[in-house]
C-alpha cells in the first residue's frame, strides 16, 4: 500500500490525526531493551504506551474521533463502552475537548483500580456486563434512548487513525526495522500501526498477538472475515479478550504478516520479564508482545519494536501474576 492509496483508513488521515490530537497526547519513549536484546537475540526497543495520558494508547483514538464531532454532536454528548482502557481515554478527551457529556459502560471485569480512576473524570459511570458486548449492548441502548454519539473502541475510522499515530512515531524515530509486535484486541490499534509501517516500509514484518482463548484476529485472517462479536474463554488480558473488528479487518488482513498466540503462563512471564528487565509496570495485556517474543513465538531476526501497550494493573491482579495469594 502506498501513502496515497485509497482504504478506509490511510496514511494521510494518520497524518491528520497526529496534527489533530497534539495538544493533548505525549509522544512516548521507545527505549532499547539491553537485557531483553541479550535475552533474545534481537535488537528489542519498547514503545511504552504505558507512560502515555490515562496509562495506555487508547486516548490516541479517542481524542481524534472526539475532536472530529461538531457542535452539535458534542451538545448531544458522547457515550462509550470498554473492557477499561477506552473508558478512560474518552474520559480524558472529553474532559481535554470540552465534552460535558459522558456517559461510560465498563463491564464488570474491569480492573477495580481503573474503575476507581474513572471517578477522577466527570463522566457518568456504568459497570455492566461480565465481557464487551454485553457492556456494549448496554452503551447502544442508552445511544437509541439519548441520541449520544458512540465512540467506539475499535470499529471506527477515527478511532484507528488516532491510534496509528503511534506508528507514526516508531517509523520516526527508530531506522532499519525488522518487524514490530502489537498486541490485538478489537483491532483499532493493529490497523492503524498497520497502515503508517506498511505505507512507508513493506518489507517491516508485522506481528499481532492474541490470548490463547481468545484467537479472534487469527481466526478472523485465516477465514477472510472479521469474527465480532467472538466468544472466548477467561485470561488476565480482559482487555485483549472479544471480537476483531470489521473496519480494522478491512483495513489491516493484508497488512498483518503473523498473528500469535500466548498462554496464560506466557502473559504472566511478559509482566516478570519487563519489570525484571526494564522496570516498567504493565497490565497483562500490554506485556502481550513481549510475552511473544520471550515465549519463541516472533521468528523474526533483527531489530524489533514491541508495543507495551498499557500499564493499567491493580495490586490484586499484579499478585496473581507473579503468583502471590492476594492480601
Avoid at 12 to 32: F, G, M, N, Q, S
Avoid at 175 to 202: C, E, F, Q
Avoid at 255 to 273: H, K, P
Avoid at 306 to 315: R, T
Amino acid at each position: 500500500m502506498t501513502p496515497h492509496e485509497q482504504a478506509p483508513v490511510s496514511y494521510r488521515d494518520l497524518l491528520a490525526a497526529r496534527e489533530r490530537i497534539a495538544p493533548h497526547v505525549r509522544r512516548t519513549p521507545l527505549k532499547r531493551s539491553h537485557l531483553l536484546s541479550q535475552a533474545t537475540g534481537r535488537d528489542v526497543w519498547l514503545k511504552l504506551e504505558t507512560l502515555q495520558h490515562t496509562g495506555s494508547f487508547k486516548v490516541r483514538g479517542a481524542l481524534n474521533r472526539i475532536s472530529t464531532l461538531t457542535r452539535a454532536e458534542r451538545a448531544r454528548g458522547v457515550v462509550a463502552a470498554s473492557a477499561g482502557n477506552h473508558a478512560l481515554g474518552v474520559a480524558y478527551a472529553c474532559q481535554a475537548l470540552g465534552v460535558d457529556k459522558v456517559d461510560l459502560f465498563v463491564q464488570a471485569t474491569a480492573a477495580v483500580s481503573t474503575l476507581k480512576r474513572l471517578g477522577e473524570y466527570a463522566a457518568h459511570l456504568h459497570v455492566v456486563g461480565a465481557n464487551f458486548e454485553e457492556a456494549q449492548q448496554a452503551a447502544l441502548q442508552h445511544m437509541r434512548q439519548t441520541d449520544a454519539v458512540y465512540v467506539h473502541a475499535y470499529d471506527d475510522p477515527a478511532v484507528i487513525a488516532g491510534q496509528g499515530t503511534c506508528g507514526l512515531e516508531i517509523i520516526e524515530d527508530i531506522d532499519d526495522l525488522a518487524g514490530v509486535v502489537v498486541p490485538v484486541s478489537g483491532g483499532g490499534l493493529v490497523a492503524g500501526i498497520a497502515v503508517a509501517i506498511k505505507s512507508l516500509h513493506p518489507e517491516v514484518r508485522l506481528f499481532g498477538v492474541n490470548p490463547e482463548v481468545s484467537p479472534s484476529a487469527l481466526l478472523s485472517l485465516q477465514r477472510g472475515a472479521a469474527l465480532d462479536p467472538f466468544e472466548h474463554g477467561p485470561t488476565m488480558a480482559v482487555p485483549l479478550a472479544g471480537g476483531f473488528g470489521k473496519i480494522p479487518f478491512a483495513v489491516a488482513s493484508r497488512l498483518i504478516d503473523e498473528v500469535v498466540l500466548v498462554s496464560e503462563e506466557d502473559l504472566g512471564r511478559g509482566v516478570a520479564t519487563l519489570i525484571d528487565t526494564d522496570q516498567i509496570l504493565a497490565e497483562p495485556a500490554g506485556a502481550a508482545g513481549v510475552a511473544a517474543l520471550v515465549s519463541g513465538k516472533i521468528d523474526c531476526p533483527g531489530r524489533l519494536a514491541v508495543i507495551v501497550s498499557g500499564q493499567n494493573v491493580g495490586s490484586a491482579m499484579l499478585r496473581t501474576v507473579l503468583g502471590s495469594p492476594p492480601a
